[in-house]
């Protein structure tokens, strides 16, 4: 089973700020990997696809990148809304979640 | 635009069943591949299932001989049959099309005597 760890498990930051999320798999991964958006009472948001790709309807603020087993999520200028936790999630072998990293104020 | 409903959740006694469905519009649930995701009560989100246009079906480890996943096409359903509850199985439940860019709002299964 691959296992995802993410980190930091909690992002302290001010609106305006860049946010740096890492999930890094315990093995490879290809690119098969996606980054959701999920907030208290709401269905979670698909934000990226394939490593890279953002999701239809998503800010350009949000990008994706990195391959194989490291993975980074990069949220150039945080707005009030995207204070929330986001997971990533493998799609190469089964639909793993990590646990998760909250980004707060 | 795509819809998709959770129902059947509640209260449930461990050792118990419960069936969960998820009512999808504005998509032909047939030519998708579609899951179900969890989260427990302070936790993060887990993958439960997950069912082929064809029918073939995948489990996690957790639910694999407890839990069935369905589709009833023709009404554009899909189900899943939670049998041997157990307190762990707590959370909420969500629907999500296979491609996980559309999903319910969730519904609550609590397990408890």
């Known amino acids: 089973e691959i296992v995802l760890t993410q980190s930091p498990a909690t992002l302290s930051l001010s609106p305006g700020e860049r946010a740096i999320l890492s999930c890094r798999a315990s093995?490879?991964?290809?690119?098969?990997l996606a980054w959701y958006q999920h907030k208290p009472g709401q269905a979670p948001s698909l934000l990226i696809y394939?490593?890279?790709n953002r999701a239809t309807g998503i800010p350009a603020r949000f990008s994706g990148s990195g391959s194989g087993t490291d993975f980074t999520l990069t949220i150039s200028s945080l707005e009030p809304e995207d204070f929330a936790v986001y997971y990533c999630?493998?799609?190469?072998?089964?639909?793993?979640f990590g646990p998760g990293t909250k980004v707060d104020v | 635009e795509v819809q998709l409903v959770e129902s059947g959740g509640g209260l449930i006694q461990p050792g118990g069943s419960l069936r969960l469905s998820c009512a999808a519009s504005g998509f032909t649930l047939s030519s998708n591949f579609m899951s179900w995701v969890r989260q427990a009560p302070g936790k993060g989100l887990e993958w439960v299932s997950l069912?082929?246009?064809?029918?073939?079906?995948l489990y996690a480890d957790s639910v694999k001989g407890r839990f069935t996943i369905s589709r009833d096409n023709s009404k554009n359903t899909m189900h899943l049959q939670m049998n041997s509850l157990r307190a762990e199985d707590t959370a909420v439940y969500y629907c999500?099309?296979?491609?996980?860019?559309?999903w319910g709002q969730g519904t609550l299964v609590s397990v408890s005597s």
């Open positions: 999500a099309t296979g491609s996980f860019d559309h």
């Open positions: 093995q490879s991964v290809s690119n098969s």
């Open positions: 069912t082929y246009t064809r029918g073939n079906t």
């Open positions: 394939d490593a890279s």
């Open positions: 999630q493998q799609r190469s072998q089964g639909f793993t």
